[in-house]
């Protein structure tokens, strides 16, 4: 049987959300019966791009302080849509106008860590700490070093982060994440559990503490963090198909199966969900469905190794069973 395909929880930082109320204090300024402007701080990354590009088609006639802003809320908008060449576009342009802008400086090393350029963003949070030594600097820092790999300055930037701000959570969060990284499981589960006690109501918080006692094959209490994950937040695709992971795990493939159809009905791109809902079928000897769910994790990604070999195995099966004489 192809093996588990377990997902851990992404990496998060809040350094853009903490930097955020700054533009939108900014567009606040602006004329308030202005379309352009009531656009440009749309929640809906569409309607702020339409928004703002009006705006900034008015050039010089709005304030400086205006232009950095509507450059730098479109480009959040084309961050949030997956468009980080766009985005960092006008984060560039942003920063033209106002070199000074650490909201501008912040959102470019954030699409640079998105898009996996690791190096550029370490760039612009190393001009951050030197500008504003805060704790979210150091956290967005670590986090581009934690996504390169370098998991002891990662946690130099935690430990920063921290000094500077002891009840982060997110820099709790991430620290234990690095820590689980290197294999240090003790040290990852004191930070989760500092993290949950600072945010009881985090479903994240919970996601990083179940996915370590999964790892440890500590199977109820991955559970039961699990439980409490989907109980804060019950439109994380991540947390049924882990707790579908565990559920397997123990060798309720029912409860699985039902855990992985949430993940992909929230989901419905989410190759290892099918991937692992396939397997479940095949802990059930429901071999037609999991072909079935191995094509679509194909389809999905026809990279996916596991789903190869998985779907090698059960037309084999399939074929075989076929073949063999009726008893």
């Not at 709005?62 to 950095?68: A, G, I, Q």
């Not at 820092?141 to 701000?165: H, M, P």
């Not at 589960?189 to 993290?195: P, R």
């Amino acid at each position: 049987m192809a093996p588990l395909a377990f997902v851990s929880t992404p990496f998060r930082s809040p350094l853009r959300l903490a930097l955020a109320a700054a533009f939108s204090l900014c567009c606040a300024a602006a004329d308030a019966k202005n379309d352009g402007w009531a656009s440009c701080r749309a929640a809906d990354p569409d309607k702020r791009i339409e928004g703002c590009g009006e705006v900034i088609a008015r050039g010089d006639k709005e304030t400086k302080p205006n232009r950095v802003a509507a450059f730098v809320n479109r480009g959040g908008a084309y961050h949030a849509k997956g468009d980080y060449e766009r985005a960092l576009a006008d984060f560039d342009k942003a920063l033209e106008i106002d070199p000074n802008s650490a909201v501008a400086l912040a959102d470019r090393a954030a699409a640079y860590r998105a898009k996996g350029d690791f190096d550029r963003a370490i760039a612009d949070y190393d001009k951050l700490v030197a500008a504003q030594p805060k704790a979210a600097a150091y956290l967005g820092r670590g986090g581009a070093f934690q996504g390169k790999g370098d998991l002891d300055k990662a946690i130099a930037d935690y430990d920063k982060a921290l000094e500077l701000d002891k009840k982060s959570a997110a820099a709790l969060g991430n620290r234990g994440r690095a820590w689980r990284a290197k294999g240090d499981l003790d040290r990852a589960l004191a930070d989760f559990d500092a993290a949950i006690k600072l945010e009881p109501k985090s479903a994240q918080a919970y996601l990083n503490r179940a996915a370590l006692y999964q790892a440890k094959g500590d199977l109820d209490h991955a559970l039961a963090d699990y439980d409490k994950a989907i109980a804060q937040d019950g439109k994380l695709a991540i947390a049924y198909n882990n707790r579908g992971l565990t559920l397997h795990a123990k060798g309720d493939f029912d409860r699985a199966v039902a855990d992985f159809g949430k993940a992909v009905t929230l989901d419905p791109k989410y190759a290892r969900a099918f991937l692992n809902r396939a397997n479940a079928y095949r802990g059930k000897r429901d071999l037609e469905h999991a072909k079935s769910d191995l094509e679509q994790a194909l389809a999905l990604d026809p990279n996916l190794a596991a789903a190869k070999k998985g779907l090698d195995e059960v037309t084999k099966q399939i074929a075989a069973r076929a073949a063999a004489p009726a008893q």
